[in-house]
């Protein structure tokens, strides 16, 4: 198979062991699939914004950051 976005990758036999997917692209498609599976899509528990702001201040000395700020 040679689509664009699917990569079939073999063990060290050579045998078809997993595939990356790129979900971006097919979700829609394997959505139930997955689903039916029993697999959740979990959002991450910290907050973007603040994540955002840390990398905006990394190179500032003496930066206080309040522990309230990291989850929501």
């Known amino acids: 198979m040679n689509t664009r976005g699917i990569?079939?990758?073999?063990n060290?036999?050579?045998i078809p062991?997993?595939?990356r997917i790129d979900l971006k692209k097919y979700w829609e498609?394997?959505?139930f699939f997955f689903i039916s599976k029993g697999v959740t899509i979990q959002k991450p528990s910290y907050n973007p914004e603040f994540v955002?702001?840390?990398k905006s201040q990394e190179?500032?000395?003496g930066v206080k950051i309040k522990a309230s700020e990291v989850w929501k």
């Open 12 to 14: 060290a036999k050579g």
């Open 52 to 54: 955002e702001k840390i």
């Open 29 to 31: 498609g394997l959505k």
């Open 17 to 19: 062991a997993f595939a």
């Open 7 to 10: 990569i079939i990758e073999h």
């Open 59 to 61: 190179s500032i000395a």
